[in-house]
């Protein structure tokens, strides 16, 4: 999985604001992105490899500048 790690350089995701998170959101076996920052630029998951673009949450003010990924299992 690290040999697929999604190259954050991209001049699209220059909008990635404070937080910068990677993990397998979908459980697609690939690593994602989660970016987020300002209003302007809302928390967002990125679906690697296409980088389809879905928003998470939109801020009032802005997003804190640290964030944790964690896998989460539904009928625990």
Do not use: Y
Request: net charge negative.
């Amino acid at each position: 999985m690290l040999g697929d790690l999604p190259n954050m350089s991209r001049p699209h995701l220059d909008h990635s604001g404070d937080v910068k998170l990677v993990g397998d959101i979908d459980g697609g076996g690939r690593l994602d992105l989660v970016l987020g920052g300002m209003p302007q630029t809302p928390l967002s998951w990125w679906r690697w490899p296409d980088l389809l673009l879905t928003t998470i949450a939109t801020a009032r003010v802005e997003f804190t500048t640290d964030g944790v990924l964690c896998r989460c299992r539904r009928g625990w």
